[in-house]
């Protein structure tokens, strides 16, 4: 408890108060306490942790920022090659590649 009223900036006693009289903490606390214990705020009021999943698109988004950061000429290979996958798709759309 001293702990995590260290890393919040909170006295020790409101972290006792809160754990053993249920009563949830003032609003201002609720995202750096999150953050100490590493949860959601949503977790630490009780909710279930929400499953996240990467769709495609989201993965490709993902990849397409990661891959904005490469050099430029780094950038070129992947849109030389992601052209070149595409275009085949298109021309042939039933055949795998």
């Known amino acids: 408890m001293r702990e995590l009223a260290r890393q919040i900036g909170e006295d020790h006693s409101n972290i006792r108060y809160w754990e053993t009289s249920g009563n949830c903490p003032r609003s201002d606390v609720l995202i750096p306490m999150a953050k100490a214990l590493g949860v ?11 499953k996240r999943t990467v769709s495609p698109a ?12 490469l050099p430029r000429s780094q950038q070129q290979k992947v849109i030389a090659l992601l052209e070149a996958f595409v275009t085949q798709h298109l021309n042939n759309p039933g055949k795998a590649v």
């Open 40 to 50: 959601t705020v949503e977790e630490l009021l009780g909710e279930a942790k929400p």
């Open 58 to 69: 989201g993965r490709m988004r993902q990849l397409f920022e990661a891959a904005s950061q």
